[in-house]
Every structure is written in structure tokens, then in C-alpha cells.
């Protein structure tokens, strides 16, 4: 069976640039949120899509949204990158119909020079 | 607005001694509460959560946990800490709303010393 899986693991981009970084989640789960880990710190909630549309919001802005496609995959893009945009990105899956257990992938490392 | 506290960003213990990592959280509704670990360049996994059955949580890898509603605390414990253990943990927190997003804590790096 397996777990949440992202790609890439790891992406160098430029100030300014676009970013797409992606997420399947675990067999059985239709429920993606994403969050933002940066350095040093804990993750914090980007948004959760449930039924391919964004459910619930962070405190993120516009620059950063997202997409679930009907095989409950994932996608982050991020415009117009900054520099603290640099940072570890997390996807969790999980079930809606059941416990609140959420499954993290092992994350995609951005950078942004 | 929910929030959790991890007291101490860095613990230390020898092998075989108590692992005691603290955490307290503030929440508005009854709350949900996890323990997570991460390892060096990798993902979160969950050691153990509580969902308001019984207040003494067992996990995985020999961890534990107590919810004590009158201190808002969700204290990690393990009674050996072995090599193994060495690594960030976070607490966190979700209510009982459909997206039952995390809010998680500043982690607490464990350093298992021989």
C-alpha cells in the first residue's frame, strides 16, 4: 500500500519564478491538505481540497493556490516566488468518512534564490 | 483561534533514561491532539493522538501520552529512550470542524545521548 508520495523532492527556482509541485495521496483517502514547513519551525496549514475544491484557507496569500483532480491527486502552485517563499512543502492525506488521522508524504525542499 | 506550546526547543537525555517532552495547547472548542515525529530530511509521522476517548494515549515505538484538560497539557513520555528516538518532535492540535486542519507547535529536537 502505498503512502503519500510528492514530487519533486527537491526544486531550485528564481525570485519571481512559478512553481507546481504535486501530491498523491494515500490508497483510499480523498482529502489533500498542504503546509509549509520552513527552517527551524513547525508546519504551517496552506489549505485542504475535498472534493476539488478548497475547503479550508491558512493564512497564505493569493500567490499560493492549489487543485485536486478527480483521482483526489494534488497540486501547489506557487507565483511570483520570494525568497521566504524557501521552505519545505508538506502534503497530508486523508480519509473524510473517518478517523482524523492525517498521512504526511516526505515533502518537496524548494528553494528560491 | 487554537495554539500549542512545546516548552524547551531542545531536550537531552541519556539512553535508558525517562523522555519527557512537554506541550501545552489552547483551544476554544474540545480539541484534538496529535504527537509527530520527523526525521532528518523526511516527513511527519504520527506516534499517537487523542480524540477524546481515553485520556492515557499509547503510540508506537514504546510513547505515550496523557490529556489533562484542567492543566491543557498533552505531555509526551517514554520510559527508555534509546539511540533510535533522536529526532524533532511536534505537537499538534485540530477541533472537530470538517477540515480539522493542524496547528502545530515549534518542535522540540530530542538529543539521546550514549
Known amino acids: 500500500d502505498a503512502g503519500v508520495t510528492q514530487s519533486p523532492t527537491h526544486l531550485i527556482k528564481t525570485r519571481g519564478q512559478q512553481v507546481t509541485l504535486r501530491c498523491s495521496p494515500k490508497?483510499?483517502?480523498?482529502?489533500v491538505s498542504w503546509y509549509q514547513q520552513a527552517l527551524g519551525q513547525g508546519p504551517q496549514f496552506i489549505f485542504q481540497?475535498?472534493?476539488?475544491?478548497?475547503?479550508q484557507r491558512g493564512n497564505f496569500p493569493d500567490r499560493f493556490s492549489g487543485h485536486q483532480f478527480p483521482n483526489y491527486s494534488s497540486e501547489l502552485n506557487v507565483n511570483a516566488l520570494l525568497l521566504g517563499d524557501s521552505a519545505l512543502y508538506l502534503c497530508?492525506?486523508?480519509?473524510?468518512?473517518?478517523?482524523?488521522?492525517?498521512?504526511f508524504g516526505p515533502g518537496t525542499r524548494l528553494t528560491v534564490t | 483561534a487554537q495554539s500549542v506550546t512545546q516548552l524547551g526547543s531542545h531536550v537531552s537525555v541519556s539512553e535508558g533514561a525517562l523522555v519527557l517532552l512537554r506541550c501545552n495547547y489552547s483551544?476554544?472548542?474540545?480539541?484534538?491532539l496529535f504527537w509527530y515525529v520527523q526525521y532528518p530530511n523526511q516527513g511527519l509521522q504520527l506516534l499517537l493522538k487523542?480524540?477524546?476517548?481515553?485520556?492515557l494515549v499509547k503510540g508506537i515505538n514504546g510513547f505515550e501520552a496523557e490529556f489533562k484538560k484542567s492543566e491543557t497539557s498533552f505531555h509526551l513520555t517514554k520510559p527508555s529512550a534509546h539511540m533510535s528516538d533522536a529526532a524533532e518532535y511536534f505537537c499538534?492540535?485540530?477541533?472537530?470542524?470538517?477540515?480539522?486542519?493542524?496547528?502545530f507547535g515549534s518542535g522540540t529536537q530530542l538529543t539521546v545521548l550514549p
Open positions: 483551544s476554544s472548542v474540545p480539541p484534538y
Open positions: 481540497y475535498y472534493e476539488e475544491e478548497e475547503r
Open positions: 490508497s483510499g483517502h480523498d482529502t
Open positions: 487523542y480524540t477524546s476517548a481515553a485520556t
Open positions: 497530508a492525506s486523508s480519509d473524510s468518512g473517518s478517523s482524523y488521522e492525517q498521512y
Open positions: 499538534a492540535v485540530s477541533d472537530a470542524g470538517s477540515a480539522r486542519q493542524l496547528t
